[in-house]
């Protein structure tokens, strides 16, 4: 049987910060070089999410006014999505999407609810964590890079978070820890878009979806000299 991974893009008309769709391009290249067959399919704000057909859901940065909608809209998925969650579907959420994640998003006196999802919650804080930053997390070997701006501060519960701050801010003040990772659930403020300069990540999450899919991923090696010569330029601009 010829492996397959279909991809979900929820929402790309209004998450879409920084070129996030690159990360949806990133991955389906990474499959098509080793043979794996990847599809993908945008998902709308007027469309009903269909988890159980993904192997992998992307959820992109965008402003809060965006978030808000994604929010009200994904509310009435709740379930769905922590069904998905919960059984080792892979999920990757930028920036705005990351906030949803957790428990809320308050601005000033506007809390907006979030997907529960992740044992988290953010909190807009003092201006805005802006800049290129590099983390080492302990899934890949290489330093994961990329650009934060952000004015929500995340502050973790008890889950891990994706990596350690080398340079730049991460989920908040503190400057010590970004992103999270629960079971395949990768939530981080880095944009960029992240993937095509992290392709330890992307193996990583594609890994993950051949895992729960067909129970072993068997990536072959890919050639990432550029790759890798963008992961390293970008964290020279950190
Ligand atoms: N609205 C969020 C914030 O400013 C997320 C912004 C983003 O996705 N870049 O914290």
């Not at 503190?174 to 880095?190: D, Q, R």
Request: aromatic share 8%; charged share 25%.
């Amino acid at each position: 049987m010829e492996k397959h991974v279909k991809i979900g893009h929820l929402y790309p008309d209004l998450l879409n910060l920084y070129g996030d769709r690159g990360n949806i391009r990133c991955l389906s290249k990474r499959l098509t070089w080793r043979n794996i067959g990847a599809e993908v399919k945008e998902v709308h704000i007027d469309e009903n999410v269909n988890f159980s057909e993904y192997d992998i859901v992307l959820l992109g940065g965008g402003s809060d006014r965006e978030q808000k909608l994604v929010c009200d809209r994904l509310a009435a998925q709740k379930k769905e999505f922590k069904a998905f969650v919960e059984d080792g579907g892979v999920l990757i959420a930028i920036c705005g999407g990351y906030q949803l994640l957790g428990a809320y998003y308050q601005i000033g006196k506007d809390k907006i609810q979030g997907l529960e999802l992740v044992d988290m919650y953010t909190k807009q804080g003092e201006g805005r964590l802006i800049g290129n930053i590099t983390i080492q997390s302990d899934i890949v070997k290489m330093p994961l890079t990329g650009f934060e701006n952000h004015g929500g501060r995340t502050y973790l519960g008890d889950v891990e978070p994706l990596g350690k701050v080398i340079h730049g801010f991460g989920n908040n003040d503190s400057k010590e820890a970004e992103g999270v990772i629960y079971k395949n659930v990768v939530g981080t403020y880095l944009h960029g878009p992240l993937l095509p300069k992290n392709p330890g990540l992307s193996d990583y999450l594609l890994s993950k979806a051949l895992e729960r899919k067909y129970g072993d991923a068997n990536l072959t090696p890919l050639d990432d000299k550029e790759e890798l010569m963008a992961n390293e330029y970008a964290q020279k601009l950190s």
